[in-house]
C-alpha cells in the first residue's frame, strides 16, 4: 500500500465535508433542463455515469461543452461540478459532465480510457439532443485540466490513441477551457508529485504512461485554442504559465486571464469560477469561457 495514501484519503474527505457543505449553500440556475446519470459503460457503476444540461425550451442545435471535473485524480465525481455546469448551460450551450474512476483504485491511463468511453458515448448519442455536433468544447478544472489537455492530444493523434488503447471517435474539439490546470508533476512539486503512485504504481518514471505528467511531452501544434483560467489565490497558478508557454512555443492560439481580484477581502482561489460560480469575478470567467468558445465555433460549409 503507497505510504502517503491515508493522508490523501484523510485529506480528500475533508474536502468532500467542505463540498457537501458549499452546495448545499448554492442555489442552482434555474431554467435548466437536467438529464442525470445516464450509463456510459453499462456496468452500474456511479464512476461511468454522465449528466447533460441544457437551457428548458430549446429548439435549435446548440454548442457543446464537455467537462471533466477535479479532485486530485483521486476524489471527485460530476455533482461537485453542477452549479459551474448550469451556469455554462445557461450562457446557451448543451453541457455534458462526466465522472470517471479515480486513481487509488485505478491507473491513469484506465482514467483516460473512461473519459475516452464518455466521449464515444457522446458521438454516438448526441444526435439525440438539441446538441450542434460540429461545435464540441472542452473544459478541465485543475486535475481535470490534466485530462483534458490529454485527452486532446490523445484524441488527435492516433499513435496516441493506440498507446492508450483507445478508438478514435467522430468527436473534434474546437477549443479548451483549463482552468487551474494541474498539467506538470513530473518537476520539482512535492505536493503533486505525490499523486504520481496513485497514477502510475510504486516507479512511477518507469511507467510508459509517465511522460504525459508534464505537458511539453505530449502538446503539439495540433491543439486547438485553449482558453486558461487562474488567480492569484490560485496554489497552481504557476501550472497555468508553464501551459501557457508550452502553447505558445508550438504556436498554438490561446489566452490566459489571470485574475487578482479578491471576494470577502480574500484573492480568488483555485477552481473558483467552478467552485462559487456565482460571485462576480466567477461570472465574468465563466463569460469569457463562453465567448471563447462561441468565438471559436466551426463555419458551417455550404
Known sequence: ?????PMLDMFWKNVEKSDEKRIASQIPTPGIEQILDIPYID???REHLLDIYYPEGTSTPLPVIIDIHGGGWMYGYKEINKNFCLKLAEKG????????????????DDQ??????????LSDNLKDYPADTDSIFLAGDSAGGHFACVSTAVNADESLQKEFGVKSNEINFSAVAAISPAIELSGRNVIMNANLPLLLG???KSNPFYKYMDINNYVSAAFPPVYILTSTGDMLRKQSYILAEALKSRGVDHRLHDFNDKVNGKPL????????PYTDPAEQANTEIAEFFK???PEKTV
Open 1 to 5: 500500500m503507497y505510504v502517503l495514501k
Open 43 to 45: 456496468d452500474n457503476k
Open 93 to 108: 450551450f448543451l453541457v455534458a459532465s462526466i465522472n470517471y474512476r479515480l486513481a487509488g483504485n485505478v491507473m491513469f
Open 112 to 121: 483516460i480510457r473512461d473519459i475516452f468511453a464518455a466521449f464515444k458515448w
Open 202 to 204: 510504486n516507479k512511477p
Open 269 to 276: 482561489p483555485h477552481v473558483f469560477s467552478v467552485i462559487d
Open 295 to 297: 468565438g471559436n465555433v
